[in-house]
């Protein structure tokens, strides 16, 4: 049975900001619970926020971390920030990065050597410790419209 939900990861994965029709997503779960209000592929919100929000290599409370697309996460993923440990370890809210559920206080670590959250280890419950992959990430979002005062 194990087996088969690691053959199906990917398949969940994908359904962060794209088409699957159940009941957590990534994507509609951050936009809910952070004052990040961008649509469509979690992927897609870094080049959205352009213009629109500012965006940072550097985590802070309320900051949306985005995830780039990739084989496994072909709509990327988008996480919430909820605090902030050190320069290195966030913990996070997110939906649908363990199938169906959402995950609350997650830890997510930089391993990027430049210390610019470019690269991301996730909490994997399944293993109860971070996983393996190493994620590429863009960066974080930040709930500061620009152009405002």
Known sequence: MKRYVFLLLPLFLAACGGG????????PYARE???????GAAASWWNQARGQYARSSAPHQ???????????????HVSVVRKVENSRLVLVDHANWEPGRVTHKAPVEDVSPANDWTRVR??????????KTV??????????VMGSS
């Open 122 to 131: 996730v909490w994997w419950s399944p293993v109860h410790g971070l996983g």
């Open 62 to 76: 309320g900051d949306v971390l985005v995830f780039r697309s990739t084989r496994r996460l072909p709509s990327g």
């Open 135 to 144: 994620y590429p990430a863009y960066g974080f979002i930040e709930p500061i």
């Open 20 to 27: 699957w029709n159940g009941s957590v997503q990534c994507a």
């Open 33 to 39: 619970h952070s004052a990040i209000n961008l649509r």
